[in-house]
């Protein structure tokens, strides 16, 4: 009896936008196509923070665009000035100080401290684990105090790292303040481990990225460790002064989303022994090259081109920057890891889900919106 | 130093001809004619530079050509290779590289045919990805000019708090 | 005894306890969340996120409107219920910040949308979104 009501007529199919004024999925939407509870096919709709970055860059010149740079992705900013910075320092053949390198390193890393623990708290969120949201959240404000003693302002650092170095030294106090905001964030990290069961049951084993797949969708940095490929652009195309530290790269092989999110806490780890190595062996000294210590108004940039390859909280990160001799840069064309990440590998990953999943799958690729419009 | 950057240039130009430099550890750049980019590319993939990293336009309005730029990362290598190649401004033309690169290089090139113009020929979806409902030329070329575009259409003549910018 | 308008009696009324539905761009995102958060508690003031505009009364634009998303938001706020006000955040909306010359953004909400209340800041603190929720309260109580 029940082959035969089995058999009947099946009118299953309907579209589900899964949508920006969605509370739970951020200034992007995802086009579905569901047959019962199955997702068969997704479109991404990218588009709703485009201001076209790129141009903009062209009419300003390179200490406004140090300013403006921190906005291209907001949950990260000092690293992407940090790589703005970087471009036009190699393009002037600039060597910056060596106390300014280490605090360089120092903000970066704590930014991506800062970025993981948003990661964590809202993909417990997006899984209904709604403690580890206000534990994440809690000790973020930590951070943030930091940032502010330090460079002016909570969110946005009004471009502290610039071309030339740094714009002003630590305070006294900073070092002592740091190394209590790090012990915090290691209470935190053991809060974090504690095993919750219905995390593990809704993230263990769904949404597997296999390794051909991934190097064939362009993805990188925690997405790409987490299918089983140990590479990091802080070891293999080594930029400011990592060499000098000693730091591993967590790998899995599984490709779910339990693994990526083991991935995001063993990363603060590293981070943490990072700075602590980069704090022992500051020297003193200038904070920021002669030449670019009091702000000029127009500052030539020689002619030629150079591609920068950084690695952000959120994978890989590049920007291609000409010059033809004038004081504003010709182009600027900056690669984004999530534009790979939002587009072909969360299209990819989504189908043959089902609806309840769709939430953890989108937030176990720790997306930022701004970052793929730009 | 750059020992196995110097092996892999000599290589390649015993077998194509192009210009081509070595600018530091670990970065070469290229350039070379766009008869010979397909089958190039094709034999840097099978050599090893598995990741593409991104494909860029530059848009040179004095000489009237368009530039682009295709970074490639090996793995193995641990090389950066940048290959560039010139076409014309009013009918930018090429062949995709989907054949080599698949869904990896289909999102650039969408995004290029949307804010450049450039006609990607076999790839098979180069439907707009940011705006919806433009009109206008595409607004990344040189001869746009944003600031004047942006006092037509968004600010007003009648409004007296606005005059600052009309003078 | 005062007359008040019809307006005013039902806003008096209704506006002790106010409900927020977000509609942030992404700097609002980073400075906003932490307002949920325990260390600016906002429930202790009464204020909730709701996940669908029939339930609220206030609606949060943060940070700079494109094209695109402006359309959504207008028709977000037509879905609202009377009596309803709209807050706006940061200094995109008031005159379109650092993005002034960029095509695709709009330079003043006012063109599209009644604002009540402008906060300046780029992204405003916490403390500043209180203040200026502290200061409907005394808006709706003076008026007529």
Same mark, same amino acid.
């Given at each position: 009896?029940?082959d035969?009501?089995?058999?009947?007529?099946?009118?299953?199919?309907?579209?589900?936008?899964?949508?920006?004024?969605?509370p739970?999925?951020?200034?992007?939407?995802?086009?579905?196509?569901?047959?019962?509870?199955?997702?068969?096919?997704?479109?991404?709709?990218?588009?709703?923070?485009?201001?076209?970055?790129?141009?903009?860059?062209?009419?300003?010149?390179?200490?406004?665009?140090?300013?403006?740079?921190?906005?291209?992705?907001?949950?990260?900013?000092?690293?992407?000035n940090?790589?703005?910075?970087?471009?036009?320092?190699?393009?002037?053949?600039?060597?910056?100080?060596?106390?300014?390198?280490y605090?360089?390193?120092?903000?970066?890393?704590?930014?991506?401290?800062?970025?993981?623990?948003?990661?964590?708290?809202?993909?417990?969120?997006?899984?209904?684990?709604?403690?580890?949201?206000?534990?994440?959240?809690?000790?973020?404000?930590?951070?943030?105090?930091?940032?502010?003693?330090?460079?002016?302002?909570?969110?946005?650092?009004?471009?502290?790292?610039?071309?030339?170095?740094?714009?002003?030294?630590?305070?006294?106090?900073?070092?002592?303040?740091?190394?209590?905001?790090?012990?915090?964030?290691?209470?935190?990290?053991?809060?974090?481990?504690?095993?919750?069961?219905?995390?593990?049951?809704?993230?263990?084993?769904?949404?597997?990225?296999?390794?051909?797949?991934? @190097?064939?969708?362009?993805?990188?940095?925690?997405?790409?460790?987490?299918? +089983?490929?140990?590479?990091?652009?802080?070891?293999?195309?080594?930029?400011?002064?990592?060499d000098?530290?000693?730091?591993?790269?967590?790998?899995?092989?599984?490709?779910?989303?339990?693994?990526?999110?083991?991935?995001? @806490?063993? #990363?603060?780890? #590293?981070?943490?022994?990072?700075?602590?190595?980069?704090?022992?062996?500051?020297?003193? +000294?200038?904070?920021?090259?002669?030449?670019?210590?009091k702000?000029?108004?127009?500052?030539?940039?020689?002619?030629?081109?150079?591609?920068?390859?950084? #690695?952000?909280?959120?994978?890989?990160?590049?920007?291609?920057?000409?010059?033809n001799?004038?004081?504003?840069?010709?182009?600027?064309?900056?690669?984004?890891?999530?534009?790979?990440?939002?587009?072909?590998?969360?299209e990819?990953?989504?189908?043959?889900?089902?609806?309840?999943?769709v939430?953890?799958?989108?937030?176990?690729?720790?997306?930022c919106?701004?970052?793929?419009?730009? | 130093?750059?020992?196995?950057?110097?092996?892999?240039?000599?290589?390649?130009?015993?077998?194509?001809?192009?210009?081509?430099?070595?600018?530091?550890?670990?970065?070469?750049?290229?350039?070379?004619?766009?008869?010979?980019?397909?089958?190039?590319?094709?034999?840097?993939?099978?050599?090893?530079?598995?990741?593409?990293?991104?494909?860029?336009?530059?848009?040179?309005?004095?000489?009237?050509?368009?530039?682009?730029?295709?970074?490639?990362?090996?793995?193995?290598?641990?090389?950066?290779?940048?290959?560039?190649?010139?076409?014309?401004?009013?009918?930018?033309?090429?062949?995709?590289?989907?054949?080599?690169?698949?869904?990896?290089?289909?999102?650039h090139?969408?995004?290029?045919?949307?804010?450049?113009?450039?006609?990607?020929?076999?790839?098979t979806?180069?439907?707009?990805?940011?705006?919806?409902?433009?009109?206008?030329?595409?607004?990344?070329?040189?001869?746009?000019?944003?600031?004047?575009?942006?006092?037509?259409?968004?600010?007003?003549?009648?409004?007296?708090?606005?005059?600052?910018?009309?003078? | 005894?005062?007359?008040?308008?019809?307006?005013?009696?039902?806003?008096?009324?209704?506006?002790?306890?106010?409900?927020?539905?977000?509609?942030?761009?992404?700097?609002?995102?980073? $400075?906003?969340?932490?307002?949920?958060?325990?260390?600016?508690d906002?429930?202790?003031f009464?204020?909730?996120?709701?996940?669908?505009?029939?339930?609220?009364?206030?609606?949060?634009?943060?940070?700079?409107?494109?094209?695109?998303?402006?359309?959504?938001?207008?028709?977000?706020?037509?879905?609202?219920?009377?009596?309803?006000?709209?807050?706006?955040?940061?200094?995109?909306?008031?005159?379109?910040?650092?993005?002034?010359?960029?095509?695709?953004?709009?330079?003043?909400?006012?063109?599209?949308?009644?604002?009540?209340?402008?906060i300046?800041?780029?992204?405003?603190?916490?403390?500043a979104?209180? $203040?200026?929720?502290?200061?409907?309260?005394?808006?709706?109580?003076?008026?007529?």
């Amino acid at each position: 009896m029940i082959d035969q009501i089995e058999t009947l007529h099946r009118d299953t199919d309907y579209d589900l936008y899964f949508g920006s004024a969605h509370p739970g999925s951020g200034n992007f939407g995802v086009k579905l196509k569901i047959d019962g509870e199955v997702v068969t096919n997704a479109r991404a709709d990218p588009g709703y923070l485009h201001r076209g970055f790129e141009k903009l860059m062209e009419y300003r010149t390179p200490i406004q665009n140090a300013v403006i740079s921190d906005r291209l992705c907001v949950l990260e900013p000092l690293n992407w000035n940090l790589i703005h910075a970087e471009a036009v320092d190699e393009l002037m053949g600039i060597d910056i100080p060596g106390r300014a390198k280490y605090i360089r390193v120092i903000m970066a890393e704590l930014s991506r401290i800062q970025s993981h623990i948003i990661w964590f708290g809202v993909f417990s969120k997006g899984t209904g684990f709604d403690t580890g949201f206000k534990i994440a959240f809690g000790y973020r404000d930590y951070i943030l105090d930091l940032f502010e003693m330090i460079t002016g302002g909570r969110v946005y650092p009004a471009g502290y790292i610039c071309p030339g170095g740094v714009r002003r030294d630590f305070p006294n106090s900073a070092k002592d303040k740091i190394l209590k905001v790090l012990e915090k964030i290691d209470e935190m990290i053991n809060l974090e481990k504690l095993e919750n069961p219905a995390l593990k049951a809704r993230a263990k084993g769904v949404g597997i990225l296999g390794l051909k797949e991934a @190097i064939r969708l362009g993805a990188t940095g925690p997405v790409l460790r987490a299918s +089983g490929m140990k590479t990091d652009v802080r070891k293999d195309d080594i930029y400011e002064i990592y060499d000098r530290f000693d730091f591993n790269i967590p790998v899995r092989k599984e490709g779910d989303c339990y693994a990526r999110y083991l991935i995001g @806490i063993d #990363e603060m780890i #590293e981070s943490i022994k990072i700075i602590k190595q980069a704090l022992n062996e500051m020297p003193k +000294g200038e904070v920021i090259d002669s030449s670019l210590k009091k702000p000029k108004l127009s500052v030539k940039i020689p002619s030629g081109e150079v591609y920068i390859r950084n #690695e952000v909280a959120r994978g890989e990160a590049g920007i291609y920057m000409v010059s033809n001799g004038n004081d504003k840069p010709y182009r600027v064309k900056v690669r984004g890891p999530d534009f790979l990440h939002m587009i072909p590998v969360l299209e990819y990953l989504l189908q043959g889900t089902q609806i309840a999943d769709v939430p953890a799958v989108y937030w176990s690729l720790n997306i930022c919106p701004a970052d793929m419009d730009r | 130093m750059i020992k196995k950057e110097t092996e892999l240039l000599n290589e390649m130009k015993s077998k194509y001809n192009f210009e081509g430099k070595i600018k530091r550890k670990r970065r070469i750049s290229i350039s070379i004619d766009r008869n010979n980019l397909s089958k190039f590319l094709h034999e840097l993939k099978n050599r090893g530079f598995i990741h593409l990293s991104s494909i860029s336009v530059t848009d040179w309005l004095d000489e009237g050509n368009y530039e682009i730029t295709y970074h490639l990362w090996s793995y193995d290598d641990k090389i950066l290779l940048t290959v560039k190649t010139k076409i014309s401004r009013d009918k930018p033309n090429i062949q995709s590289v989907t054949s080599i690169w698949e869904e990896n290089a289909q999102i650039h090139e969408r995004e290029l045919h949307e804010l450049y113009g450039v006609k990607f020929k076999n790839n098979t979806d180069l439907s707009p990805l940011f705006l919806e409902d433009w009109r206008g030329p595409p607004p990344f070329r040189k001869d746009f000019n944003w600031r004047e575009y942006v006092k037509e259409n968004y600010y007003d003549k009648n409004n007296k708090r606005e005059t600052v910018y009309y003078d | 005894m005062i007359k008040r308008s019809k307006k005013a009696k039902t806003m008096r009324k209704l506006i002790k306890a106010i409900w927020i539905f977000n509609w942030f761009n992404s700097c609002g995102f980073a $400075e906003l969340v932490p307002l949920v958060g325990s260390r600016w508690d906002m429930e202790r003031f009464g204020m909730i996120i709701v996940g669908t505009p029939r339930h609220a009364d206030v609606l949060f634009i943060a940070g700079y409107q494109t094209l695109k998303s402006i359309k959504r938001a207008k028709r977000v706020y037509e879905q609202m219920a009377e009596p309803k006000v709209i807050i706006a955040l940061g200094s995109c909306t008031m005159t379109g910040g650092m993005y002034w010359d960029s095509y695709n953004t709009i330079k003043r909400l006012d063109d599209y949308l009644p604002v009540t209340m402008y906060i300046p800041g780029c992204p405003p603190r916490p403390e500043a979104v209180f $203040e200026a929720c502290e200061k409907i309260f005394q808006h709706v109580k003076e008026l007529e």
